[in-house]
């Protein structure tokens, strides 16, 4: 597929088989400007999240823009931007088993700045564990901020974690991390400033507090205590994105390319983009994108390889067979994850093919 993709260099969007996501490139560069040139006027250190493309050229390009090293979400995903060259690398997820942490431990071998985090004494001692002795591991406690996900629930807790990597064989305690829910800046500043009073306290040394998330983006100045901020759709941006308020359809570099292939009835259409493509992650909305060339059109059911545009609401044309239209995904992570292959463009012209390098590397 990549190869055949590639035969398209140079050659308008239109040549592209469907169904395909295709990156506008002066979006993309536009996103990754606005977003480290915010992070610089807050002397924020910036850490973009991979998980969002999973291609190690995006990836160098927010480095080259000022990004201070990335963040995966699980080992394998790390291993492939370790491959890549990038030496400063956070994963950010509980990492248990012996077989995972086997792996993490050669990654931690030959790389210069690997961190992990622990919201618990269970994976702080596993981790112990399997490092005793060996290169120390950095870690980082996870709390809960608010997000309502992974993360000890105190700053207290947050302290007893710290004390215990702090004593324990082959790992060095270097912060705390949150991933806080939207517009929790207040109870994130509230939290960081009460765990660190209580670390200074006892002369543990925090030197990084990681706050993140791209709907808390443009906030993340109202928490001061932070060091650095962690995000990832920015790169893209989604119809998500758009609903928060950060950003308009026109930032949104990825689009998915789809062909009418059926019209039953006046008031539908029937496009060969489904699940396989789109996702069926709603995401709070009532549908499943936002087409472009026609706002009034809802896509509202999918199957696997066919999706259901309703076109009641329509008031000026309506696609017809064979057309081709685009549409900006509810969640643009997820497609990343269906495609081994991204095409790239600049004024409708093909201007690259990227393998999504990190695609289906779930542990």
């Not at 999240?49 to 990335?70: D, F, M």
């Not at 950060?246 to 990825?254: I, N, Q, S, T």
Request: a negative charge; aromatic letters at 6%.
């Amino acid at each position: 597929m990549i190869e055949l993709l590639k035969r398209h260099i140079g050659e308008p969007l239109d040549s592209l088989m469907t169904p395909m996501p295709v990156i506008d490139e002066d979006r993309l560069a536009a996103n990754i400007a606005r977003v480290q040139s915010y992070m610089d006027e807050h002397e924020l250190a910036f850490r973009p999240h991979i998980k969002t493309h999973k291609i190690p050229a995006l990836a160098a390009q927010q480095v080259k823009a000022g990004a201070r090293g990335i963040n995966c979400q699980k080992v394998t995903e790390a291993e492939v931007f370790a491959d890549a060259g990038f030496d400063d690398i956070l994963i950010t997820f509980n990492l248990m088993g012996h077989e995972r942490l086997d792996r993490l431990q050669a990654l931690n071998d030959r790389i210069g700045d690997l961190k992990v985090v622990a919201d618990s004494a269970v994976t702080i001692a596993g981790l112990s564990a399997q490092f005793a002795g060996a290169k120390p591991l950095k870690v980082l406690v996870e709390c809960d901020t608010g997000g309502g996900r992974c993360g000890v629930q105190t700053p207290e807790r947050a302290l007893e974690l710290a004390r215990l990597i702090a004593g324990s064989d082959g790992l060095s305690f270097v912060g705390l991390l949150t991933y806080p829910k939207a517009k929790g800046e207040t109870e994130t500043e509230a939290f960081f400033r009460a765990a660190m009073a209580l670390l200074d306290a006892e002369g543990i040394d925090c030197p990084i507090r990681s706050n993140g998330g791209t709907p808390s983006l443009f906030s993340a100045h109202l928490v001061p205590s932070a060091t650095e901020h962690r995000a990832g759709t920015y790169i893209y941006n989604d119809r998500s994105i758009v609903r928060a308020g950060h950003v308009g359809l026109e930032d949104c570099a990825m689009q998915i390319l789809a062909t009418v292939v059926s019209r039953p009835t006046g008031d539908r259409a029937v496009i060969d983009a489904g699940s396989k493509t789109l996702t069926s992650d709603l995401l709070g909305f009532a549908d499943f994108g936002h087409v472009v060339e026609y706002p009034q059109a809802s896509i509202i059911g999918l199957s696997e390889e066919h999706g259901t545009i309703d076109l009641s609401a329509c008031t000026g044309g309506r696609p017809e067979i064979g057309e081709r239209i685009r549409i900006i995904p509810n969640h643009t992570c997820v497609v990343t994850n269906l495609f081994d292959a991204l095409a790239f463009h600049r004024d409708g012209k093909v201007t690259r093919v990227e393998k999504v390098a990190a695609r289906g590397l779930v542990w």
